[in-house]
């Protein structure tokens, strides 16, 4: 059992939630039964090391048996030492460092796509988390992230999640002028979404939002730049029925992407 809560090893692990640590490493930090256990039931090759309280362990039997299956080794510690690894105040007796595994911008264009969100300077971790569990919920094929988008292995991002990280590919760092030239070449639209753009009613009565489509979402403050912009096929903004200022970006992006679900699967079931 690790019982010193300095020492290398513990360290080591904690430095995760710094960038230039995972970057690095080539790791990052999982924290709680959540994250743990969707880790081992999709990706178990990617947990390097696995520590637990023994009451955390105890009160997991379905994590316990996934790690079993998965050949994952497990480590016990103390309270002290799984608090001093973690990043949140409370962990819930489970800690896991595992393996970054982006895919690479080229491969996702290859699988002929038919749904991905496009994440340009997405900033806030919460946000981006949320994106990414919202692109898996609707069922896209992939979430891109490029210019200066936010660390999908912060331990913020992997907890906003709750584990959709490790159901779709992510791709890290791409340049977005590469990104819509691909999703062009791969017979996708490119879909904008913007405060200035034109109604998402009308495209939809269109059928737009049948089509193949690669949404574009850019920073919470600032939007998307014009030079990005300009890349799209076209740019759309979600209609404000009520009083609302506006929407958060995590929200709107939710909308966007689970409106070209509903109409792709509407067209399949034609």
């Not at 360290?11 to 081992?40: H, I």
């Not at 520590?51 to 080794?73: L, N, Q, Y």
């Not at 919202?134 to 988008?149: E, H, K, P, Y």
Request: proline share 6%; with cysteine; charged share 20%.
């Amino acid at each position: 059992m690790l019982e010193n809560p300095r020492s290398p090893r513990v360290r080591a692990v904690a430095k995760l939630t710094k960038r230039s640590a995972r970057s690095e490493t080539g790791l990052f930090l999982l924290e709680g039964p959540q994250a743990v256990r969707e880790a081992l039931s999709y990706r178990p090759d990617a947990i390097v090391e696995l520590f637990a309280t023994p009451t955390g362990w105890e009160k997991h039997p379905d994590i316990r048996a996934a790690a079993e299956d998965g050949g994952v080794r497990v480590e016990y510690v103390t309270e002290y030492v799984l608090n001093a690894m973690a990043d949140t105040v409370t962990p819930q007796g489970l800690v896991a460092v595992a393996q970054q595994t982006p895919t690479s911008v080229r491969e996702i264009f290859a699988a002929g796509p038919r749904l991905v969100a496009i994440c340009e300077e997405v900033r806030d971790p919460g946000n981006l988390g949320t994106i990414i569990r919202a692109a898996d919920a609707a069922g896209a094929d992939a979430v891109v992230l490029t210019g200066r988008t936010v660390d999908p292995y912060n331990p913020k991002v992997v907890r906003a999640t709750t584990g959709s990280l490790f159901h779709l590919p992510i791709s890290v760092g791409g340049d977005l002028a590469d990104v819509v030239e691909r999703a062009h070449g791969a017979g996708m639209h490119v879909l904008a979404a913007d405060v200035k753009g034109a109604d998402l009613l009308a495209a939809r009565a269109e059928g737009l939002l049948a089509m193949p489509t690669a949404w574009l979402f850019g920073n919470e403050a600032r939007g998307l730049e014009p030079s990005s912009l300009e890349l799209a096929d076209r740019a759309l903004k979600l209609p404000i029925f009520g009083r609302a200022e506006s929407l958060n970006l995590a929200t709107a992006a939710s909308v966007c992407l689970y409106e070209s679900a509903f109409a792709q699967r509407a067209g399949d079931a034609v």
